[in-house]
């Protein structure tokens, strides 16, 4: 397997990266280890959760799992602070008060002395960003986190984290957790253009647009009852639309002529981005994570690139997976 380079940092992580939201929630304990198992057996080593996640569950799993048999040394582990996690005003945020509370709760929960990799999961507009890379520096070097990233962060607000750190001496973002799959690429504008010219390591959310590119959809306004939009509604209701919809029965198509499952190519076609280290997939079961494994052995076509452009292209969008970011101010006509 092809391990890629994590950012300009000296770690090397496989090209898919297991994201666990689903632990706790729609996955219980029992599959969620049998899924993690499957995952570091098959190469995997960047597991990402959330302190956020299921009130805290999916941390607590994982830590529960991670600390036996020697899991915890063969993983590149990362959560994320920045959401409402209690009562109080400053129980959320990226301020240094909260910053240092929810490291050391992550901590307890995922039973570890150190995180891997601690994202801010939102950009902060009420805390100076030399506030929060003050703490995340802190933090590095009292030894319980190794490195920092941001998640679903604009280009401008990663670039002036980056001037911050450089200015001040502080700890630099490695890494940048975006939205990105075919039904939402505008990334391609601004962001991934930053990440590479600053050697940021790209890892991708949503990478089969919540099912939607997995030929889960059939019709936007009757979900399958087990899906995230039924389950949960909301900002993921709102991701599957009839546009959506429209495109993925096309990919599935496509995917399905090339020989593959549609699951497959959509992580396949955002694995092999530019600038893409690897995106992060949310199995629900073993056997999905199963039907993914051999995508990291896989290279997308130029044919089949093409092929994708032809449907979405380049740099635009016809769903909005920015839908859980204040700053997003763009609306789609499509």
């Given at each position: 397997?092809?391990?890629?380079?994590?950012?300009?940092?000296?770690?090397?992580?496989?090209?898919l990266?297991l994201?666990?939201?689903?632990?706790?929630?729609?996955?219980?304990?029992?599959?969620?280890?049998?899924?993690?198992?499957?995952?570091?057996?098959?190469?995997?080593?960047?597991?990402?959760?959330?302190?956020?996640?299921?009130?805290?569950?999916?941390?607590?799993?994982?830590?529960?799992?991670?600390?036996?048999?020697?899991?915890?040394q063969?993983?590149?582990?990362?959560?994320?602070?920045?959401?409402?996690?209690g009562?109080?005003?400053?129980?959320?945020?990226?301020?240094?008060?909260?910053?240092?509370?929810?490291?050391?709760?992550?901590?307890?929960?995922?039973?570890?002395?150190?995180?891997?990799?601690?994202?801010?999961?939102?950009?902060?507009?009420?805390?100076?960003?030399?506030?929060?890379?003050?703490?995340?520096?802190?933090?590095?070097?009292?030894?319980?986190?190794?490195y920092?990233?941001?998640?679903?962060?604009?280009?401008?607000?990663?670039?002036?984290?980056?001037?911050?750190?450089?200015?001040?001496?502080?700890v630099?973002?490695?890494s940048?957790?975006?939205?990105?799959?075919?039904?939402?690429?505008?990334?391609?504008?601004?962001?991934?253009?930053?990440?590479?010219?600053?050697?940021?390591?790209?890892?991708?959310?949503?990478?089969?647009?919540?099912?939607?590119?997995?030929?889960?959809?059939?019709?936007?306004?009757?979900?399958?009852?087990?899906?995230?939009?039924a389950?949960?509604?909301?900002?993921?209701?709102?991701?599957?639309?009839?546009?959506?919809?429209?495109?993925?029965?096309?990919?599935?198509?496509?995917?399905?002529?090339?020989?593959?499952?549609?699951?497959?190519?959509a992580?396949?076609?955002?694995?092999?981005?530019?600038?893409?280290?690897?995106?992060?997939?949310?199995?629900?079961?073993?056997?999905?994570?199963?039907?993914?494994?051999?995508?990291?052995?896989?290279?997308?076509?130029?044919?089949?690139?093409?092929?994708?452009?032809?449907?979405?292209?380049?740099?635009?969008?016809?769903?909005n997976?920015?839908?859980?970011?204040?700053?997003?101010?763009?609306?789609?006509?499509?």
């Open positions: 397997m092809e391990y890629r380079r994590f950012g300009r940092t000296g770690v090397r992580i496989a090209p990266a994201g666990t939201m689903n632990f706790g929630d729609a996955t219980d304990e029992a599959e969620s280890v049998r899924i993690l198992d499957r995952a570091i057996d098959a190469g995997i080593t960047l597991i990402d959760t959330a302190d956020v996640y299921n009130a805290g569950a999916s941390e607590e799993i994982l830590g529960r799992a991670l600390a036996h048999g020697g899991r915890r063969r993983v590149f582990l990362a959560t994320k602070a920045f959401n409402q996690v009562p109080g005003p400053n129980d959320r945020g990226t301020s240094r008060l909260h910053l240092m509370r929810a490291c050391d709760a992550s901590l307890r929960r995922l039973q570890t002395d150190h995180i891997d990799l601690y994202q801010m999961h939102r950009p902060d507009p009420d805390t100076p960003i030399d506030e929060t890379l003050g703490a995340l520096t802190d933090l590095v070097r009292s030894g319980k986190v190794r920092v990233g941001c998640s679903t962060h604009p280009a401008w607000r990663v670039m002036q984290a980056l001037l911050t750190a450089e200015l001040h001496g502080l630099r973002y490695v940048e957790q975006p939205p990105y799959n075919l039904l939402d690429r505008r990334i391609e504008n601004e962001l991934v253009p930053l990440c590479l010219e600053h050697q940021l390591a790209i890892i991708p959310w949503a990478p089969m647009a919540q099912g939607v590119l997995a030929g889960r959809y059939d019709d936007a306004t009757q979900p399958p009852a087990d899906s995230r939009a389950r949960r509604g909301g900002i993921y209701a709102e991701r599957v639309t009839p546009a959506g919809v429209r495109v993925g029965t096309a990919f599935s198509a496509l995917a399905r002529e090339a020989g593959l499952s549609p699951a497959q190519l992580l396949l076609w955002v694995k092999d981005q530019p600038g893409v280290t690897a995106p992060i997939f949310g199995a629900r079961t073993v056997a999905q994570l199963d039907e993914a494994i051999p995508v990291m052995e896989l290279r997308l076509s130029d044919d089949l690139r093409n092929a994708c452009d032809a449907l979405v292209p380049p740099g635009s969008a016809v769903v997976f920015h839908n859980s970011a204040a700053w997003m101010r763009m609306q789609l006509t499509v």
